[in-house]
C-alpha cells in the first residue's frame, strides 16, 4: 500500500516537473547605450572593473551571462526573478539611470553593500565561487569610492 502511494506521488511530482517546463519567464538581456554604463561615466581601473564584471554583473547589468539552470523551472523563475530584481536595483549597464528607490546609482553603496557582506548574495555564491570577492577586491572598490575603512 505504502508502496503504491510512493509511485503515485512520484509519478505526479515527475508529471509536474513536466508541465512546469513550458512556463518559462523571458530570459533577455536588453539592449542599453554603452554611453551611459558604468565603465563610460565612471572610468574604473581595470581592477574595479573586472572585478565588478566578474561578481556583479550577472544580477546587476544587461550582460548577464545565463547558466543552464536558468533554463529548468523552477529555477528558472527564481532566477529571473533576482536578475530583475538586481537590475532594478542597481544596472551597470544603465549607471545613469535612477533605480528602483529614484536615487543615481553609487559606487559608495556598492562598497557598503560588499564591505557588510550583503553582496554578491550567499545563494548566488553557492554556484558561482569565483564571484567571491576578496579583502584585498573589497578594499581596492572602497579606496576608489573614498569609503575606505569607513563605518557606518
Known amino acids: 500500500m505504502l508502496s503504491k502511494i510512493l509511485k503515485t506521488a512520484a509519478g505526479i511530482a515527475v ?3 513536466v508541465v512546469m517546463q513550458f512556463f518559462r519567464p523571458e530570459r533577455a538581456n536588453p539592449p542599453s547605450d ?3 554604463s558604468f565603465d563610460a561615466v565612471a ?3 581595470q581592477e574595479i572593473a573586472s572585478t565588478l564584471k566578474r561578481a556583479c554583473y550577472d544580477c546587476h547589468s544587461n550582460q548577464t551571462n545565463w547558466p543552464w539552470y536558468s533554463n529548468v523551472a523552477p529555477m528558472s523563475w527564481l532566477v529571473v ?3 530583475k530584481e538586481g537590475r532594478a ?3 551597470f549597464s544603465e549607471w545613469t539611470r535612477p533605480g528602483r528607490e529614484g536615487e543615481l546609482p553609487s559606487l559608495g553603496e556598492v562598497c557598503e553593500s560588499v564591505r557588510d557582506g550583503k553582496m554578491p548574495l550567499r ?3 553557492l554556484l558561482h565561487p569565483d564571484a567571491r ?3 584585498q577586491e ?3 572598490l572602497c579606496s576608489a569610492t573614498g569609503a575606505e575603512g569607513a563605518e557606518e
Open 43 to 45: 572610468k574604473p581601473s
Open 89 to 91: 536595483k542597481l544596472n
Open 123 to 125: 545563494s548566488y555564491l
Open 81 to 83: 526573478s533576482d536578475v
Open 133 to 135: 570577492l576578496t579583502a
Open 15 to 17: 508529471g509536474l516537473l
Open 34 to 36: 554603452p554611453a551611459a
Open 138 to 140: 573589497i578594499a581596492a
